[in-house]
């Protein structure tokens, strides 16, 4: 089993900027592709961004291209989300996501939530003035 943990969600003003970190413990030598998802109200949850085993491929939703930064970090199994010029319509819960497959792609990623194993329990990002 694999615990996936968010943390660093809060209220910004628009124009600010967060940073969301997530940590995965357990059984982590599979986790292939991590990736932020994120839910607002009334919506369908959807892919924000998305990094490889390998953190060479990324992937990032048109709406946050410029603007969010995802990095990882496999020795203490952690990705992390640099939110900068955040606007109100980024205000979401904003679930980590990890990917637990042993015979994967060390390079390549998926943006599809069904694939995902794992999630966290999700923190709130709120912007407004």
């Known amino acids: 089993q694999v615990q996936v943990v968010e943390s660093g969600g809060g209220l910004v003003q628009p124009g600010g900027f967060l940073r969301l970190s997530c940590s995965a413990s357990g059984r982590t030598f599979g986790i292939r592709t991590m990736a932020w998802f994120r839910q607002a109200p009334g919506k369908e949850r959807e892919i924000v961004t998305a990094?490889?085993?390998?953190?060479?491929?990324?992937y990032y939703a048109d709406s946050v291209k410029g603007r969010f930064t995802i990095s990882r970090h496999n020795a203490k199994n952690t990705v992390s989300l640099q939110m900068n010029s955040l606007k109100p319509e980024d205000t979401a819960v904003y679930y980590c996501a990890a990917d637990d497959n042993p015979e994967g792609s060390t390079v390549a990623i998926t943006t599809i939530p069904n694939e995902y194993d794992y999630w966290g329990q999700g923190t709130q990002v709120t912007v407004s003035s």
């Open positions: 990094v490889s085993w390998s953190g060479r491929t990324t």
